[in-house]
């Protein structure tokens, strides 16, 4: 079983719409996540990090579970300049990153 | 600032040749990784470093050698090529403390080997 899975995809939706992204992980060692975005042929960049509290950045809202192993990441009011693949990744105390295989967004006017 | 510098950005390769992907960045970063990406498979980790003259296995390691003597560099060099390792090639860096250090990646290169 791959350390972090994500749902599959891909996501079509309409602009405005609110998408939400899952992501689970099966080793409890990790110690951070991240959601980080990458346009089609481009570099990830990191979206935001994911704490158990929650957090929110603008229309982008990450929240942590530990308990059960799950990550989340909701997209509130979709933009065209939303439309990347969404990756969900964990971190290990010797610093590696783990990366799902991704989900892809497209929104649509 | 330039971050993570990578070259080249595109790379044709026959097979046995060999070659090396350079690595750069100038944020003093202490942690420095490669990585493949293929369709269906995501990012995958080839080999990564924790500072200059340690390097270690990630997990897809074959075929691949790496070495950090500085701080700032940590070429990849592809021993003889194959087909199989065509691929996008990230290099990524961070720093080795802090819960949610940010990792930036190089801009990629596109390998194609036949």
């Known amino acids: 079983r791959k350390e972090v899975e994500q749902d599959p995809g891909p996501f079509n939706v309409p602009e405005g719409a609110t998408v939400a992204f899952n992501c689970t992980y099966s080793n409890s060692a990790s110690q951070s996540f991240f959601w980080y975005r990458q346009d089609c042929r481009k570099e990830p960049k990191l979206l935001m990090s994911?704490?158990?509290s929650g957090n929110e950045d603008g229309r982008f809202t990450a929240q942590l579970n530990r308990a059960s192993q799950y990550i989340s990441l909701l997209i509130r009011d979709s933009k065209l300049s939303d439309s990347a693949t969404y990756l969900c990744v964990g971190r290990g105390s010797n610093y590696k990153l783990t990366f799902g295989k991704g989900t892809l967004l497209t929104v649509n006017p | 600032n330039a971050g993570v510098t990578q070259t080249p950005k595109f790379q044709v390769l026959k097979t046995g040749q060999s070659m090396t992907l350079q690595c750069a960045q100038d944020?003093?970063?202490?942690?420095m990784s490669w990585y493949r990406q293929d369709p269906g498979m995501g990012l995958r980790l080839i080999h990564y470093s924790v500072g200059a003259g340690i390097t270690d296995q990630g997990e897809v390691p074959n075929g691949y050698n790496v070495s950090r003597s500085t701080t700032e560099d940590f070429p990849l060099r592809l021993l003889s090529a194959a087909p199989s390792q065509t691929s996008v090639y990230f290099c990524a860096s961070s720093y080795a403390g802090g819960a949610g250090t940010e990792a930036f990646f190089g801009q990629g290169t596109r390998l194609t080997v036949v």
């Open positions: 994911v704490y158990s």
């Open positions: 944020m003093n970063h202490e942690y």
